[in-house]
């Protein structure tokens, strides 16, 4: 049997993307940089649960407002830790 799972993707990184792409704006030092966005990214999405899908409507369909409530300052908090995190750790290696 030969499995097709191109279709599966972890529903938090189109999200976390998105809002990476958003706070930006307020980091204008690190807005510059691809590979200090990808880092942002990166730590965002290690800080959250994967939530692994194949269809967005699935995933809509079967959560309350509460849940997708939480899961949306979820990926903030970890979007706003992952920039905070990301900005000091460029700064230290500028000091050296």
């Known amino acids: 049997m030969n499995a097709?799972?191109?279709?599966?993707y972890n529903h938090h990184e189109?999200?976390?993307f998105a809002a990476v792409l958003?706070?930006?704006?307020?980091y204008p030092e690190i807005a510059t940089?691809?590979?200090?966005l990808c880092d942002v990214a990166c730590v965002a999405l290690n800080?959250?649960?994967?939530?692994y899908i194949r269809h967005e409507v699935d995933?809509?369909?079967y959560l309350t407002e509460h849940?997708?409530?939480?899961?949306?300052?979820?990926?903030?908090?970890?979007?706003?830790?992952?920039?905070?995190f990301v900005q000091a750790r460029t700064?230290?290696?500028a000091r050296k």
């Open 4 to 8: 097709d799972f191109s279709s599966l």
């Open 22 to 26: 958003d706070a930006s704006k307020d």
């Open 59 to 61: 995933f809509s369909f």
């Open 67 to 84: 849940e997708r409530l939480e899961i949306d300052t979820a990926i903030s908090e970890a979007v706003g830790y992952a920039f905070n």
């Open 91 to 93: 700064a230290l290696r």
């Open 33 to 36: 940089s691809n590979d200090l």
């Open 14 to 16: 189109r999200e976390v």
């Open 47 to 51: 800080r959250l649960p994967p939530r």
